[in-house]
């Protein structure tokens, strides 16, 4: 692919908890319950590495889909499915001073959305 990267992306996370059967000071009973919530992540990112005297320039883009899901006493069920988009630029100069700039669009195939952005500046003191 030359000066093309492609990164596939796969990730997953999840939080559970279980909580045991007690009555509380009115003397009700709370049954046991189980409950855990999850996310998987998957994608690819395209970058190109453009060289130049003096700089290097990278632009890249992403599109990540994200899968949630929840696990309680019915058992499993699969709650959204939605979608990310993201594009950055990273410029990067002989010298050592680097720049990244980003930006998102998420909740693609959903009600809520969001868009965001970065940008970091790092300079090499000599």
Avoid at 42 to 55: H, N
Avoid at 68 to 89: I, M, N, P, Q
Avoid at 99 to 120: C, I, M
Wanted: aromatic residues 10%; hydrophobic residues 40%; glycine residues 16%.
């Amino acid at each position: 692919m030359g000066a093309f990267t492609f990164s596939p992306m796969l990730a997953m996370s999840y939080f559970g908890e279980t909580q045991h059967a007690y009555a509380d000071g009115m003397g009700n009973v709370v049954p046991a319950q189980k409950i855990g919530l999850g996310s998987l992540d998957f994608g690819p990112r395209l970058s190109y590495l453009i060289k130049r005297e003096g700089l290097d320039i990278k632009p890249s883009i992403g599109l990540i889909g994200s899968w949630d899901f929840k696990v309680d006493g019915a058992g499993f069920k699969s709650t959204e499915l939605s979608a990310r988009v993201e594009s950055g630029v990273d410029l990067r100069l002989d010298g050592g001073a680097t720049l990244n700039a980003k930006a998102f669009h998420d909740g693609l195939g959903v009600a809520d959305r969001s868009y965001g952005g970065s940008a970091r500046l790092i300079s090499v003191c000599r």
